[in-house]
């Protein structure tokens, strides 16, 4: 009889101690180290995200409704939305760039690197990022209100189907 039963691998035992899985990508490796580091970074390419988003409207909207949405997201950034659980850190995970800014943050590198790489070589690291990911993600959702074990290990099967199934299809 198989056990198919998810298990504590050594790098599970050993944390940062053990190899993480790696990235190549333009003649770089980048190794995907699920830390606090990487998870301050999220935050931060969440906040960049939101601004870059917002700042792009300006000259192409209503002067008032540019007005308007920057102030919210002056709010958004004061109130620390873009944290763990935040408003626009929930927008981003949602987002067509969410699976970008996620490997961006392990990668520690910017955005545009982090979505380079996830389209040259979707295969590969969709499955560096579900080595990688399941305890990364839950580190970031323990202490969430309504974050009980179950909801995280739901919400962790969810991105790693999501992240099984990206395929050839990432752009």
């Not at 490796?29 to 700042?55: G, I, N």
């Not at 969709?126 to 969430?144: I, M, N, R, S």
Request: some cysteine; overall charge negative; aromatic content about 6%.
């Amino acid at each position: 009889m198989t056990d198919d039963a998810p298990r504590a691998s050594v790098q599970d035992l050993l944390g940062g101690a053990g190899a993480p899985p790696v990235v190549s990508y333009g003649g770089r490796e980048y190794p995907l180290v699920p830390d606090q580091a990487a998870a301050a970074r999220y935050e931060r390419l969440v906040a960049q995200w939101a601004t870059d988003a917002v700042l792009a409207l300006k000259g192409t909207v209503p002067a008032d409704v540019y007005a308007d949405t920057y102030a919210d997201l002056r709010a958004d950034l004061r109130g620390r939305q873009h944290g763990r659980g935040g408003k626009l850190w929930r927008q981003a995970m949602e987002s067509a760039d969410g699976d970008a800014l996620f490997l961006a943050a392990l990668m520690g590198c910017d955005a545009a690197t982090g979505r380079a790489a996830l389209a040259a070589d979707p295969d590969r690291v969709g499955l560096a990022l579900t080595e990688a990911v399941p305890d990364f993600l839950g580190q970031l959702l323990t202490g969430l209100p309504g974050a009980t074990p179950e909801v995280i290990r739901q919400r962790v099967a969810t991105v790693r189907e999501k992240l099984a199934g990206r395929g050839s299809s990432a752009g």
